[in-house]
């Protein structure tokens, strides 16, 4: 038998070079997946991140991202919460807040361009650009609209009055005279007007809050010591999704108000109310124009009660990423349920019951913001998808969850005795504890970095971006 020509030996040697082949090439893939994870982060880009600290943002942005936002932050309403997400936002991006010079913009007072710091009408266009307004102002377009950009994005957030008034109660008991000379909030609203004097100092914490918040006109039986003696009446029904955060909206529904049902937008872009003298001050017709103007000037109303589905929504309406709407719970208090529907008469006790009807008549006005802001947002939810909503909220609270785990002291908010650091201590104000945050020790410097930003109350949050953009004048030394 002669020798072999290369061609066969090549066909009698393939099967086993393709077999050697493959046993060093499976030999090197079970290497690579023991050594996967050392290997993986010796080699800058090839870095796995933690389970914690996965991105929720979309792989290819289809929009550009909203960065000139004014948020009007209303009393007792999650509106906390919302400006630390926007402190963290802007403060990751370098953007450029319109800052007050102390922490409020003089309220009650309606706003005013002259006091935000560092604005400066003179200078014209050689002064900087301001991208965010957020911090506490009683609201005033036309002074708004000195300081911001009028394509500017404007939102704020409402909460239902009968949760809202148990809150403001417990907080502002010792600021408001009216609440101040009650013994109880049962007490006070079985009979306000033995207690609430229009015009008293701290008064306009008792009664509309939001109302007064959004700066609309007041009727003047708020705004005299002559009103009418009678308690409003609460409006005749309609319906109005009521359900805790997440559940199943077509489960229940609660009727408020024909009279206050969401009016058409009366104009494009953003226009300062004048009031048409026709109209009579507090009647349904003067209600409703003002919730048309709203509707105006606001481009979207969080709803407290809803508090996920909203940040989802305000996610999609400034092409943000899930992550940059990831935020823990801010000046909320120890024993509070804030988060959770108080609409719903499921579960309540008849007194309960009587406290919340009594709550929202009192305040009318707000409960009229209420009613028309829930529609509008289950208007926005029903565009955007419900099952698709569904699952944006699941992914928000499985990462929420997941960075309490990761960056707090038993994963949750904490009493202030238990804060130590005066960095994340809150601003302790009123009859009840305002919850705040201990960072757990151990975390690598960027995480704590991240960490920090979650945890800092809106006060420390505040001087700290007040120092970035007004740093202190260094002194130089004198000449000898």
């Known amino acids: ?10 066909c009698l040697r393939g099967p086993w070079s393709l077999g050697v082949a493959l046993g060093i090439f499976m030999t090197i893939g079970f290497a690579l997946q023991f050594w996967g994870g050392p290997f993986q982060r010796r080699v800058p880009g090839l870095q796995l991140q933690q389970p914690w600290a996965q991105s929720l943002e979309p792989a ?38 319109a800052l007050p010079v102390r922490y409020q913009f003089g309220y009650p007072r309606l706003f005013q361009a002259s006091r935000v710091k560092g604005y400066r009408p003179q200078d014209g266009d050689t002064q900087l650009p301001f ?8 609201f005033n377009l036309k002074e708004v609209l000195q300081v911001m950009p009028s394509d500017s994005f404007f939102f704020s957030v ?20 009216a609440f101040r000379k009650a013994p109880s909030l049962a007490a006070f609203l079985a009979n306000p007007r033995a207690f609430y004097r229009p015009g008293a100092r701290g008064d306009h914490y008792a009664r509309n809050l939001l109302w007064f918040d959004f700066g609309l006109p007041l009727p003047p039986e708020m705004m005299t010591k002559r009103g009418n003696p009678h308690l409003p009446r609460e409006p005749t029904p309609r319906q109005l999704h009521v359900l805790p955060s997440g559940a199943d909206p077509r489960a229940h529904t609660l009727e408020p108000s024909a009279l206050f049902h969401p009016a058409a937008t009366v104009a494009d872009g953003h226009s300062q109310m004048s009031s048409p003298a026709s109209l009579n001050v507090g009647s349904p017709s003067f209600i409703q124009w003002n919730l048309a103007w709203l509707d105006s000037v606001f481009d979207l109303v969080l709803v407290a009660e809803y ?35 108080t609409v719903s008469d499921g579960g309540l006790t008849a007194e309960d019951r009587q406290l919340t009807a009594r709550a929202r008549a009192w305040n009318n006005l707000d409960w009229a913001l209420y009613v028309h802001f829930n529609h509008s947002l289950w208007a926005r939810i029903k565009q955007y998808g419900q099952s698709r909503l569904e699952s944006a909220v699941a992914q928000l609270r499985a990462r929420r969850e997941a960075l309490a785990k990761h960056c707090l002291v038993g994963g949750e908010a904490l009493e202030p005795k238990y804060i130590t650091d005066r960095q994340f201590r809150p601003f302790q104000f009123g009859s009840g504890k305002v919850l705040g945050y201990v ?15 979650l945890a800092t109350p809106e006060l420390q949050y505040k001087d700290k971006l007040d120092a970035k953009q007004f740093p202190p004048a260094v002194s130089l030394p004198l000449k000898t």
């Open 158 to 177: 409402v909460r239902d009055p009968a949760a809202l008034a148990r809150s403001a109660f417990s907080y502002y008991k010792s600021t408001s005279s």
């Open 439 to 453: 960072l757990r020790s151990g975390l690598s410097l960027q995480d704590r970095e991240e960490c920090e930003r």
């Open 307 to 341: 508090f996920d589905e909203s940040l989802v929504l305000l996610a999609d309406a400034l092409c943000w990423s899930l992550d940059d709407v990831v935020g823990f719970m801010h000046n909320a208090q120890a024993g509070g349920v804030h988060g959770r529907s």
């Open 60 to 97: 290819v942005p289809s929009c550009q991202p909203l960065q000139r936002l004014v948020f009007l932050k209303t009393h007792k309403s999650g509106s906390s919460s919302v400006l630390s997400l926007l402190h963290r936002y802007g403060d990751r991006h370098g953007l450029r807040f």
């Open 1 to 10: 038998m002669g020798p072999l020509s290369p061609t066969r030996t090549m």
């Open 131 to 138: 991208h965010i307004l957020c911090h506490h102002m009683r």
